[in-house]
């Protein structure tokens, strides 16, 4: 493979992934995903994030910098934007390989060096102001962008160019189909990208929502003209687009997102199934969007992204043992601790010889500012007057969603 120019002097290494292998041992990547690392040269030579020996993503990048002419020993600094180890898992390898490097990263990402590769010497701590030369024009300034997702997080500015190399911020799952490139992407692969870098967004930086918001006014006042991520698309054609994507999407945190519902269910004999239909039906009734979504058969990972860009949420289950469906409190568990907040909910279910489940359910979202439909649970199997009601609620929840207005208008 051969480094791609992305602007005068800076060049894409990196490896577009295909495995079955889960991201980060949780979430699933069917459509593959890029590991994206930087190459920099002026009168010397930076590499900005490097990547992990995960499906030939180690030999990539050697062949990627022969490509250049460059060898590791030829290299001056490795700048650390992110420690996570899908970043800087070769990181020992390519250190012992060269001869002078030296490793540059935040305040906070220095211990950690030391703590997943045992280096002390050569290591440089830099943060918001300070700057790097490399000669030739080629001058980097570095951003602190903490818990974007990680505390130690920074971005890297390549004043020249305008390019912005903001490791995990303004990245996505989903590996190249030919370019690497926005401006050469079909309208259709930029909706499957846009998909991803919700689920992306939803999956590893959803509860850092503020400070995503905080990252973006850190570097508002530069004049970017390519972003580059560690993760996803190289947005050369238009920057704004992603990030009023994850504007929007930090957003969604702060106050109701998209006039969407997103229903879950699970049913043991299918009398909460019976009662899903004419909640469904009642939804319908008023035209708002729907996506459904049963546990525990579908994957907590698109559950996630629906989630978090919905409105209205539906909870369908019955009482397990005195609480919660199991797979339904997995589900509810991870939605609380990504912090999907505010949103519009209604909850039913059936029970045998005893309820629990609603008290459960109850306790757990205590703290989600969420505004709840009254729930409907029902003994046994659903009567008829269970089933009109159930559609009553759907219908009055979808009332609600409808309401809200559209935010995804913000990007195309």
Not at 266 to 277: H, I, K
Request: aromatic share 12%; net charge negative.
């Amino acid at each position: 493979m051969k480094a791609i120019e992305i602007a005068d002097g800076i060049h894409w290494i990196g490896a577009n992934i295909s495995t079955t292998d889960l991201f980060e041992g949780i979430w699933p990547i069917p459509q593959g995903v890029t590991i994206n690392s930087y190459v920099i040269k002026g009168d010397k030579i930076a590499i900005v994030d490097l990547v992990r020996d995960w499906a030939g993503a180690s030999t990539y990048l050697i062949d990627e910098l022969k490509s250049l002419g460059i060898s590791p020993k030829d290299v001056d600094y490795f700048v650390m934007n992110h420690l996570e180890p899908d970043h800087t898992g070769d990181l020992k390898a390519m250190f012992e390989l060269s001869e002078k490097v030296e490793i540059i990263t935040s305040k906070k990402g220095v211990p950690l060096v030391e703590a997943f590769y045992g280096f002390t010497e050569r290591v440089r701590a830099v943060g918001t102001g300070d700057t790097l030369d490399l000669g030739q024009g080629k001058i980097l300034h570095f951003y602190d962008i903490p818990n974007v997702h990680w505390p130690e997080t920074m971005a890297t500015f390549e004043e020249s160019t305008g390019t912005l190399l903001p490791c995990d911020a303004f990245g996505s799952f989903g590996a190249f189909k030919g370019s690497i490139f926005d401006d050469e992407v079909s309208d259709a692969d930029h909706k499957f990208y846009e998909r991803e870098s919700l689920r992306y967004y939803a999956n590893i930086v959803g509860p850092f929502s503020n400070f995503v918001l905080k990252a973006i006014e850190a570097v508002g006042t530069l004049d970017i003209k390519i972003i580059a991520p560690s993760h996803g698309l190289v947005w050369r054609g238009d920057p704004g687009r992603i990030v009023n994507r994850y504007k929007a999407y930090a957003n969604y945190m702060k106050d109701y997102a998209e006039p969407k519902i997103t229903v879950i269910w699970g049913s043991m004999y299918g009398n909460t199934e019976l009662m899903l239909r004419a909640v469904l039906q009642g939804i319908a009734s008023e035209g708002v969007l729907t996506e459904i979504f049963r546990v525990p058969q579908d994957n907590i990972s698109y559950i996630l992204a629906s989630v978090w860009e919905s409105a209205g949420l539906v909870f369908g289950m019955p009482t397990y043992e005195y609480k919660m469906y199991p797979p339904m409190r997995d589900a509810l568990t991870h939605i609380i601790h990504k912090k999907a907040m505010h949103k519009k909910v209604f909850r039913f279910g059936s029970y045998g010889w005893s309820g629990g489940a609603q008290k459960e359910f109850d306790g757990m979202i205590e703290k989600m500012k969420w505004d709840i439909v009254e729930p409907l649970e029902f003994q046994g199997g659903p009567t008829d007057a269970d089933l009109d009601l159930a559609f009553e609620r759907g219908a009055a929840l979808a009332r609600e969603v409808k309401q809200i207005p559209i935010k995804s208008k913000e990007f195309p």
